[in-house]
């Protein structure tokens, strides 16, 4: 699993474009097997901890999963593709106030 933190190149970014927003703490990524989503999302702030990321309790954690963009639209094949997942990405990103929101992205082969 690799995780990169990005929060001074994103708290650049969001500077220069709304000096005023200034509440993302940091920003994580993870690429994990396909079977890890449902642990996952069955216990994120388990995740969180585990990618030392600061949970209390009274924290909110919300979980988006997506696939990830492709252009080939075929409602007949969407099984099929969805039993060929190769892996996903997780994102996280994590609030000065303890929240977070986490992406789960999934990718085919």
């Known amino acids: 699993m690799e ?10 970014l969001f500077m220069q474009m709304e000096p005023e927003i200034g509440d993302v703490e940091s920003v994580h990524k993870a690429e994990l097997d396909p079977e890890a989503a449902l642990t996952l999302m069955a216990n994120p702030k388990a995740a969180l901890k585990a990618m030392n990321i600061p949970v209390s309790a009274e924290s909110h954690v919300q979980i988006t999963m997506k696939n990830r963009a ?35 992205i999934a990718t085919r082969s």
Request: net charge negative; with cysteine.
């Open 70 to 104: 492709d252009r080939e639209v075929d409602d007949a094949l969407t099984a099929a593709r969805t039993a060929r997942l190769r892996r996903i990405i997780v994102i996280v990103i994590h609030y000065r106030n303890c929240d977070s929101d986490i992406i789960i």
């Open 3 to 12: 995780i990169q933190d990005d929060t001074e190149a994103l708290r650049q």
